[in-house]
């Protein structure tokens, strides 16, 4: 397969961000550039023969976050059936990723994409209404600010959600990084097959990501409720740190620490803040309050944002 030739870099001082509009907008890599002048990715890099924003650093999830049950939703008294995107049978992460984004314009620091689902067809959708979505990047000397917004632009109300889903490495400049998540939440949805099936509880994993500890070897594929907005990481044998900080509406979190096939961690830790849980939508339609679905009038737009910010440790 041929190399892509169409990525867009930001760079300034010690950050270097590679985006890609053709594939779905989404994020090629995030770089940290230390005192000796050495760069090292904060996220997974994406192949540079990869069409698929499934190998970015980073994609947006929209119009809906991570799954829906059995790739079908009811909504307004009419069940809507999508086109399964995983193995399991579930509409997975959205569909803009897989699209792509008109860039609208962009600076030597900054650069902006626009979605707009109406003039593409039924078989390319795999969402029963129309919309339209802007991204806006922004690189600083000490962080990023990323600006994800969706608007309705059907003649109806329509149920939405939004989020980011990236892929952060565990080891930074040093081997001896032992990568540690601080962040609050409510609780942890008890799920099967990553689907809720019950209310969110307080449980151990609720109280290491509150205390700071080390992510280890967890095998996390969850979702969280009443995420608090910021997120630390810290690599300390790096000296870095970074300050994820969010807009109160991304105010669920999942978090995914795979692992390889001799059971030992991956090398990436993904930590993803969304403004609905996992299969909110049918959540919604059952009567549930605390899905965070938002629903958009004709015109109405949901905005969200999310920056990183770098420091030291110390």
């Known amino acids: 397969m041929p190399h ?3 990525d867009i870099i930001l760079e300034l001082d010690r950050l270097r961000l590679t985006l890609n509009p053709r594939v779905g907008a989404s994020v090629v890599s995030l770089m940290i550039r230390d005192d000796d002048q050495r760069w090292t990715p904060v996220f997974r890099t994406m192949p540079k023969d990869s069409d698929s924003a499934s190998d970015a650093g980073s994609f947006a999830m929209l119009p809906w976050t991570n799954r829906i049950k059995d ?11 999508l086109r399964p995107n995983a193995s399991d049978s579930t509409a997975i992460h959205g569909f803009a990723r897989d699209l792509p984004w008109t ?32 991204v806006r990047f922004e690189i600083r000397p000490q ?6 917004s969706l608007t309705n632009l059907d003649d109806r109300p329509i149920p939405v959600g939004c989020g980011h889903h990236p892929y952060i490495h565990r080891h930074l400049f040093s081997d001896a ?17 990553c689907i809720p099936i019950g ?24 979702v969280f409720s009443g995420f608090g907005g910021v997120a630390v990481f810290d690599w300390a044998a790096s000296n870095v740190r970074m300050t994820m900080r969010c807009t109160d ?65 110390s």
Request: include cysteine.
């Open 103 to 134: 860039i609208a314009d962009r600076s030597p620091i900054t650069a902006r994409f626009v979605f707009d689902s109406r003039p593409l067809s039924k078989d390319t959708i795999n969402y029963p209404f129309n919309f339209g979505a802007v």
């Open 4 to 6: 892509r030739h169409d």
């Open 71 to 81: 790739a079908r939703f009811a909504f307004n008294g009419q069940t809507h059936t």
């Open 199 to 222: 209310e969110p509880e307080t449980d151990a994993i609720c109280t290491s990501l509150a205390n700071g500890d080390p992510i280890a070897n967890p095998g996390l594929d969850d």
């Open 177 to 193: 990084d032992n990568l540690h998540v601080k962040l609050d939440v409510a609780g942890r949805y008890p799920t099967n097959g």
């Open 143 to 148: 962080g990023v600010e990323i600006d994800l």
């Open 249 to 313: 509406n991304l105010n669920h979190v999942v978090i995914y620490t795979p692992r390889l096939d001799d059971g030992s961690a991956d090398e990436f830790v993904c930590v993803e803040p969304t403004t609905m849980v996992n299969d909110g939508f049918n959540r919604h339609a059952e009567g549930s309050t605390s899905t965070g679905v938002i629903i958009l009038n004709p015109n109405e737009t949901l905005r969200t944002r999310m920056t990183l910010a770098f420091s030291t440790c």
